[in-house]
């Protein structure tokens, strides 16, 4: 028989570190947390070799008590907690006391930090879990951890981490989803000595996603803003022209907290379902602020899950407040023939020089007034090789005066008010898709028996014929469907199918959703079903196979109001009804269709993506035949 041994401490700590530890990612999102946690409002990270020789995670947050550092690296020590009933009602971002005891057990940990109150700092060095080096340093106000050697002591987690370049493009990553987490705080990230991106801290997100993402992205989000039931929405949501091939640019963020949340995304997904097309994902960066009440945050040692109370009223809050967004907003996709001039980038006004910088300084004035070294002492030494070996600017702190800086701020916010301005003017113009524009349209034609050419003031609008009836049609079919109102065609003879005991079991379940549809559907005997009738708008459609889809899609999936399958169902028989393209109109008949279209909340799309119109300005008609140079 086994003998059952009881394991030591160490052996302990790294068993349990690989829970929180997973790669160096899931170091640089502890240490940047407890700066966030601690109030800073400058925090800067610096990797090399991916992470894995070494990770500086600086901020000019509260600080550590020089009394209190030790305990911050015993396992389920936590200073954002007290008791279980808290777990009900966190704003921290950490809160289960095992980072720091973590990343020590399985690392060489060095800290640097002081607090407001005290004059000096501690440096406190503790590696693969045994404290090493304690002793008083100068330092500025914060907290400065270095981090290297990943897995030193443990040969089999450290062989299994990927190549530098793969675990620096994950601490990427993760940056870049705490920068857009915190606007209001001003991140510096850089590796292998270059900086990768800076943030002012200005609060506004969309100069983080133009920092991040670039200017193509930048300048074609919305601004969403809403509140429902005790949830505020705030951020920005992509227009069609960016939809991406995956979900990995849905990016939510709960409480400043970012989240992986198949609840969100459903809810986001469904909201913008009329503007994707088929394996499209919407580009959005969104901010949930939800009563703490209400939501479980300790779901896992990541902190990444969540979990939602009440999630069907939440789902439809989420996903009105996202449809509702898009559809005050005009999307006509602009057809360029060139280059675009650029538009400069943002400008970066520091808040502060980072508290390394801060230190550096303060040293070598002190140097050069009393030749004095001793103040940072060792500490200091080893500090600043790290730091300065990663070749850091400190441009700015050495960039000139205060005057200077003004006059940056000031233009920064002259800057700010011009595109202010300048969205504001946006906001109040009309719309070219709509019912007070239509006196304007020139009708001029059709080409290639698909699209219809229409002159409005300076611009030429192209309507593709067959997405413009389809979103018609489907608008009406769907109008029907709510309204139970959808005419059916009777078959004579009806068709007869065998269900299985799942299908049957599904469509006893939505039988009224295909009557509403309409469909005439009834027992025949056994397994058998007779289909009597059959949406009028599908007759002659291969009505079986049909119907069968619809089922096969139900079966599969949890519906939210009017299922996602049947909407689905009805696109694809407007799809089916509405004129194709090469067929030619008449010039009333297309008339008539572009009236219709223009009374619709979403003219912009078809129920499966398509854009129904673009535009072509006359200022890129005039470049191309070289009237403007």
């Excluded at 289909?531 to 119907?547: A, D, N, S």
């Amino acid at each position: 028989m086994a003998q059952i041994n009881i394991l030591d401490h160490q052996t302990i700590d790294k068993i349990a570190a690989g829970e929180v530890v997973e790669r160096p990612a899931s170091v640089v999102k502890e240490l940047v947390e407890n700066a966030i946690d601690a109030g800073a409002d400058a925090v800067t990270v610096e990797i090399r070799e991916g992470g894995i020789r070494l990770i500086r995670v600086t901020d000019n947050g509260s600080g550590i008590e020089k009394t209190q550092v030790h305990n911050a690296f015993l396992r389920h020590a936590t200073s954002k907690i007290t008791s279980a009933e808290d777990l009900t009602d966190l704003v921290s971002l950490g809160f289960r006391g095992e980072a720091l005891a973590s990343i020590a057990a399985v690392s060489m940990v060095e800290v640097i930090t002081k607090t407001p109150e005290e004059l000096t700092g501690l440096r406190y060095v503790i590696e693969g879990g045994q404290e090493m080096e304690s002793e008083e340093v100068g330092a500025p106000e914060g907290t400065t951890v270095l981090v290297r050697n990943l897995f030193y002591n443990v040969p089999p987690r450290r062989k299994f981490l990927k190549q530098p370049q793969t675990e620096g493009s994950y601490v990427a990553e993760l940056m870049e989803h705490l920068a857009l987490s915190r606007p209001d705080i001003s991140f510096r990230f850089l590796n292998n000595g270059q900086t990768r991106f800076y943030t002012s801290g200005s609060g506004d997100l969309s100069e983080i996603v133009y920092r991040i993402y670039g200017r193509e992205i930048s300048r074609e989000l919305i601004p969403l803003h809403a509140s429902a039931d005790g949830i505020t929405i705030d951020g920005l949501l992509g227009k069609p022209v960016i939809n991406r091939a995956n979900r990995n640019y849905e990016i939510f963020f709960v409480n400043g907290r970012s989240v992986k949340s198949s609840l969100i995304g459903s809810a986001v997904e469904e909201g913008c379902r009329e503007y994707l097309m088929q394996h499209k994902f919407p580009f959005c960066v969104l901010h949930f602020g939800i009563d703490t009440g209400r939501i479980d945050v300790n779901v896992h040692p990541a902190k990444t899950e969540i979990r939602i109370s009440d999630a069907p009223a939440f789902h439809t809050a989420v996903r009105d407040a996202v449809r509702d967004a898009l559809h005050g907003t005009e999307m006509i996709p602009g057809v360029t023939f060139g280059r675009e001039e650029k538009t400069p980038a943002p400008p970066v006004v520091p808040k502060a020089p980072e508290p390394f910088e801060q230190q550096r300084i303060a040293n070598e004035n002190r140097n050069r007034v009393s030749q004095n070294v001793a103040y940072g002492g060792q500490a200091a030494s080893s500090f600043e090789q790290d730091a300065l070996s990663s070749g850091q600017a400190v441009s700015f702190a050495q960039a000139g005066s205060y005057d200077e800086a003004a006059q940056t701020d000031a233009g920064t916010r002259q800057a700010a008010m011009a595109v202010t301005e300048a969205r504001q003017t946006e906001l109040f113009e009309d719309r070219i898709l709509s019912a007070q524009a239509r006196p304007r349209y020139e009708l001029l034609g059709q080409i290639f028996d698909t699209y219809w050419l229409i002159s409005y003031e300076d611009k030429l609008l192209i309507i593709d014929q067959h997405a413009a009836h389809e979103k018609v049609k489907y608008e009406r079919l769907i109008k029907r469907f709510r309204e139970h109102e959808i005419a059916s065609q009777t078959l004579n003879p009806p068709i007869i199918v065998t269900l299985s005991g799942r299908e049957q079991e599904c469509y006893a379940a939505h039988a009224e959703d295909f009557e509403a549809l309409g469909f005439a559907i009834e027992e025949f005997g056994g397994s058998d079903y007779a289909i009597r009738g059959v949406p009028m708008e599908l007759y002659g459609y291969e009505e079986q196979t049909f119907f069968r889809e619809i089922l096969e899609e139900l079966a599969e999936e949890k519906p939210a109001g009017t299922p996602e399958s049947v909407r689905m169902r009805i696109a694809s028989m407007a799809c089916k009804a509405a004129v194709k393209g090469n067929m030619r109109l008449s010039r009333q008949e297309a008339d008539s269709l572009i009236g219709e279209l223009l009374t619709l909340d979403n003219p912009y799309h078809c129920p499966h993506g398509r854009p129904t119109v673009i535009s072509m300005s006359r200022y890129e008609l005039e470049k191309k035949f070289k009237r403007i140079v």
